[in-house]
């Protein structure tokens, strides 16, 4: 039974303080869902959900607390306005800061990214290419926000997204080349070999990179404009930029 102390406990956690004091994530659709069962890292403390999507399950860890729910019940606990057979309740991945040397590979920092379907869409395209590690800078929306995991169609388990602040990321990674993706800068399609690797900087959706990583970033680089288009969205650029930097 879905007890109201549950039921409260479960709303909670859809506000990032809450999920930063229990150290809690939720996720929702079945999809997510049976990623998360099969991820070996994965900590799993409830599931809640609809008798037949609990049948349709061969075997399930017995530390884990199954609750069989109503769509009404789960409509109550759920984040989306058309509420999925599952909810659970599970507990972030680690992500610490790379001890080992990054400089060779491709690696993102974001640098004040708000919305989350932007950020869900940056982890999907990270994931697509391979890019083990996304760089959680200041003002950046929280990795598993419920918006967050759900657009980010389970790319949140493969990648590691490591809080950092701009100081930070430049202590930690001295010998790797560090990238602003601006309106001025070298060419994408200009660069050489070597000039490809490191972490690129993606700004704020409306205000860009911030000043206190200006007057740290060294090299820029851009995606030439043919049209009269003022911008690009984050997840797109990030995307064409990814797409460029690692191609064969």
Not at 119 to 134: M, N, P, Q
Request: with cysteine; aromatic share 6%.
């Amino acid at each position: 039974m879905l007890s109201k102390a549950k039921i409260k406990y479960i709303r909670s956690l859809h506000r990032k303080k809450s999920r930063q004091r229990y150290n809690k994530f939720i996720a929702e659709g079945s999809k997510i869902a049976k990623e998360i069962l099969n991820h070996p890292e994965m900590e799993v403390e409830m599931l809640v959900a609809t008798r037949p999507w609990l049948d349709s399950l061969p075997s399930i860890n017995e530390n884990i607390l199954c609750i069989e729910a109503s769509q009404q019940e789960l409509k109550d606990i759920s984040t989306l306005s058309t509420p999925n057979e599952v909810l659970m309740v599970a507990s972030p991945l680690d992500s610490n800061i790379p001890v080992t040397d990054i400089s060779q590979q491709v690696s993102l920092f974001l640098d004040g990214i708000q919305d989350p379907g932007n950020l869900g869409t940056i982890l999907r395209i990270a994931d697509w290419f391979g890019i083990e590690y996304v760089f959680m800078g200041h003002g950046t929306v929280d990795a598993y926000n419920p918006k967050v995991v759900q657009s980010s169609m389970g790319a949140f388990l493969r990648i590691k997204a490591v809080p950092i602040t701009g100081d930070e990321l430049f202590q930690a990674f001295p010998n790797t080349r560090i990238m602003g993706a601006d309106m001025q800068g070298k060419s994408i399609y200009d660069l050489s070999s070597d000039e490809r690797k490191g972490i690129i900087v993606i700004g704020n959706e409306g205000n860009g990179i911030s000043d206190i990583m200006r007057e740290k970033i060294e090299h820029w680089i851009t995606i030439p404009s043919r049209g009269g288009a003022e911008s690009l969205n984050a997840g797109v650029a990030c995307g064409i930029i990814c797409a460029e930097m690692l191609r064969c």
